[in-house]
């Protein structure tokens, strides 16, 4: 059980290491608007190369701000980055332009934090020489600075000698645009992959299907209580969602596939006041016993794992999320109460594996969500308590409680914590 909390912690602490990111199309002063744009898909793939940042492809920055209506045309404010940012689903964007003076190249970037609506760093990078020096060696350098590695490219510049008479200074151009474009092409950007990592917290109560609770132990006790009824308890539970991948980009409706909810739950149930038939071994009835909630008190500490599918229904500003599942459930449960220490003294431990069946629905308002789940889970896998000691027939007792079903009502708060 330590080493699977330990393992939960872990996995709740951990981050994904590579950021979603967007890139703005450079604004140009001194070059051209073409050389702008061939300059901007260079950045983008500089950017994965670092292997630090998942990049949005500039077609599908287009379809998603269409299907919003935004104009991109003419967004060079940070309050236009950030919303675009928001609209496109990622946690930064790079904005900035590039400029000549003389011969000299300054590319200018800012790196805009979305959801504070914050600038993160400026990084500038001077590239003395024509534009080929900017292509090969300033964007891979500015790219790196963003990225927070070193940035160490230089580049020297081979003059392009034309022909005495029968090459014209087009035909170098030409040329030399042919050798650069293969390698801009290799460099594009790749799609995003539009998923959440969710960090959910919910309480609530449970309700529990008792059906008997036996003793065996030789020469003395072989007794089954039967017909036990169980108080509604309380529910406190913790989970993350690993991964929900989703078909569509943010800000349109789409199925989901999560891939593992890992979640730590606490439970509690007492009995009811009423009186419990005694049975014995061969069926017969042989006493009443009269139960009060401290009869048998079920304590008990719930792992568990689902996989769901589910359907993000966008209804701005808020999005709604319907979604079922199937899971595995461990309980280690401790069984303690009047019933059982008048024999053996102590408590009775648990370990009950089960099968559960989520069903629920979230809100989503930006990064928090409000939601509800009803789990049902199954009797079908159980096993017996090991047998105890008893210290006063110095014998071994076994102590076993077989059930039904369980359910749970929660209500949920949430947050997205990464994607």
Same mark, same amino acid.
């Given at each position: 059980?330590?080493?699977?909390?330990?393992?939960?912690?872990?996995?709740?602490?951990?981050?994904?290491?590579?950021?979603?990111?967007?890139?703005?199309?450079?604004?140009?002063?001194?070059?051209?608007?073409?050389?702008?744009?061939?300059?901007?898909?260079?950045?983008?793939?500089?950017?994965?190369?670092?292997?630090?940042?998942?990049?949005?492809?500039?077609?599908?920055?287009?379809?998603?701000?269409?299907?919003?209506?935004?104009?991109?045309?003419?967004?060079?404010?940070?309050?236009?980055?950030?919303?675009?940012?928001?609209?496109?689903?990622?946690?930064?964007?790079?904005?900035?332009?590039?400029?000549?003076?003389?011969?000299?190249?300054?590319?200018?970037?800012?790196?805009?934090?979305?959801?504070?609506?914050?600038?993160?760093?400026?990084?500038?990078?001077?590239?003395?020489?024509?534009?080929?020096?900017?292509?090969?060696?300033?964007?891979?350098?500015?790219?790196?600075?963003?990225?927070?590695?070193?940035?160490?490219?230089?580049?020297?510049?081979?003059?392009?000698?034309?022909?005495?008479?029968?090459?014209?200074?087009?035909?170098?151009?030409?040329?030399?645009?042919?050798?650069?474009?293969?390698?801009?092409?290799?460099?594009?950007?790749?799609?995003?992959?539009?998923?959440?990592?969710?960090?959910?917290?919910?309480?609530?109560?449970?309700?529990?299907?008792?059906?008997?609770?036996?003793?065996?132990?030789?020469?003395?006790?072989?007794?089954?209580?039967?017909?036990?009824?169980?108080?509604?308890?309380?529910?406190?539970?913790?989970?993350?969602?690993?991964?929900?991948?989703?078909?569509?980009?943010?800000?349109?409706?789409?199925?989901?596939?999560?891939?593992? #909810?890992?979640? %730590?739950? =606490?439970? !509690?149930? $007492?009995?009811?006041?009423? @009186?419990?038939?005694? &049975?014995?071994?061969?069926?017969?009835?042989?006493?009443?016993?009269?139960?009060? #909630?401290?009869? %048998?008190? =079920?304590? !008990?500490? $719930?792992?568990?794992?689902? @996989?769901?599918?589910? &359907?993000?229904?966008?209804?701005?500003?808020?999005?709604?999320?319907?979604?079922?599942?199937?899971? %595995?459930?461990?309980?280690?449960?401790?069984?303690?109460?009047?019933?059982?220490?008048?024999?053996?003294?102590?408590?009775?431990?648990?370990?009950?594996?089960?099968?559960?069946?989520?069903?629920?629905?979230?809100?989503?308002?930006?990064?928090?969500?409000?939601?509800?789940?009803?789990?049902?889970?199954?009797?079908?896998?159980?096993?017996?308590?090991?047998?105890?000691?008893?210290?006063?027939?110095?014998?071994?007792?076994?102590?076993?409680?077989?059930?039904?079903?369980?359910?749970?009502?929660?209500?949920?708060?949430?947050?997205?914590?990464?994607?």
């Amino acid at each position: 059980m330590i080493k699977s909390l330990i393992f939960l912690l872990a996995v709740m602490s951990s981050v994904f290491s590579q950021e979603n990111i967007a890139v703005l199309d450079l604004d140009a002063d001194g070059v051209t608007a073409s050389e702008a744009k061939t300059l901007t898909n260079k950045l983008r793939g500089e950017l994965i190369n670092t292997g630090q940042f998942t990049v949005i492809e500039r077609g599908e920055m287009d379809n998603i701000l269409k299907e919003q209506g935004f104009q991109s045309t003419g967004c060079t404010s940070q309050e236009c980055a950030v919303e675009m940012g928001q609209l496109l689903g990622v946690e930064k964007m790079i904005a900035g332009g590039i400029g000549k003076v003389g011969n000299i190249y300054l590319i200018s970037l800012r790196i805009i934090d979305v959801r504070k609506g914050t600038i993160l760093k400026n990084v500038d990078e001077e590239v003395e020489g024509d534009i080929a020096a900017v292509l090969r060696t300033g964007l891979y350098n500015s790219a790196r600075k963003i990225a927070g590695l070193n940035a160490d490219k230089s580049y020297n510049a081979t003059p392009v000698v034309p022909e005495p008479s029968i090459t014209p200074p087009q035909a170098a151009i030409t040329r030399r645009t042919v050798e650069t474009a293969p390698h801009i092409e290799a460099a594009q950007p790749k799609r995003i992959e539009n998923s959440r990592r969710l960090l959910t917290f919910d309480v609530g109560s449970n309700s529990y299907v008792g059906k008997k609770f036996s003793w065996n132990e030789e020469a003395r006790f072989n007794d089954t209580y039967s017909d036990i009824e169980w108080k509604s308890g309380i529910h406190l539970g913790i989970r993350v969602s690993m991964k929900n991948i989703y078909f569509k980009p943010e800000g349109q409706s789409s199925f989901m596939i999560g891939c593992g #909810d890992l979640g %730590l739950s =606490y439970e !509690r149930n $007492t009995t009811t006041e009423q @009186i419990l038939s005694v &049975y014995d071994s061969n069926g017969a009835l042989t006493d009443f016993y009269p139960a009060t #909630d401290s009869t %048998l008190i =079920y304590n !008990r500490v $719930t792992l568990y794992d689902n @996989i769901t599918v589910a &359907y993000r229904i966008v209804a701005k500003p808020v999005e709604i999320e319907p979604y079922a599942g199937v899971g %595995l459930t461990v309980d280690f449960g401790v069984l303690s109460g009047e019933l059982i220490e008048t024999k053996i003294e102590s408590s009775l431990l648990k370990l009950v594996p089960r099968l559960s069946i989520p069903l629920g629905l979230r809100f989503y308002m930006g990064k928090v969500f409000l939601g509800f789940e009803y789990a049902f889970t199954t009797g079908v896998l159980r096993t017996a308590t090991d047998p105890e000691w008893n210290s006063l027939t110095k014998t071994y007792i076994n102590g076993d409680l077989s059930f039904e079903e369980a359910s749970v009502w929660a209500f949920q708060l949430g947050f997205i914590v990464g994607n």
